[in-house]
């Protein structure tokens, strides 16, 4: 069984996320870490929660919240500890925990020529497994084109201004119909 705890900044186990976050997202999809923090410092706002299994650190998540949308920035589970249903129990996790709420977030569209499209594919299929699925819409940012997945309930506004979180309001991010 899971557990799991808010994290802010001075946490033990920061530099394991810091680390994990590293290898498991590209430069220009990371934002710097200290935003997520400062972001996530108001219960209101979005919050980033360590996942332990007895112990053993197995991952994190970041979410931003907005009215009925929380927006899953980052999902990340130790490279050692993958396919064993780690990433699926936090999920479940998450969709309890923000009950009232959609999930949504986004992924890399499948492009027969990305060099990953593969994961890009192996990805889709872990979420759609997971009760979060295609919305039909898309969002663009300056790292390039990004579908947007969902569980029930999906607001296009709600989601932007969730997205729009993440640059404190300055610039929302657009969902447009794929």
Known sequence: ML???RVGRGDADLGRIKSLYK??????ERHPMGLVLLLCRNED???MLAFYDEGTFVGFTVSLFS?????????AVDGSLRSR??????LSFLKERYRGKF???????PEEDAPNNA?????????RRNGIVETGYSVRDLSGRYLLLSTEGFSPDECSKALGRMTCGLFNP???KV
């Open 174 to 176: 657009r969902p447009s």
């Open 85 to 90: 249903g780690y990433g699926s129990a936090i």
């Open 23 to 28: 290898r498991s997202f590209p430069i220009l």
């Open 67 to 75: 009215g009925k949308a929380a927006y899953l920035l980052y999902l």
């Open 45 to 47: 706002n979005g919050e």
């Open 119 to 127: 994961q890009r594919l192996s990805r889709m299929a872990f979420y």
């Open 103 to 109: 999930l949504c977030l986004s992924v890399e569209p």
């Open 3 to 5: 557990s799991q705890r």
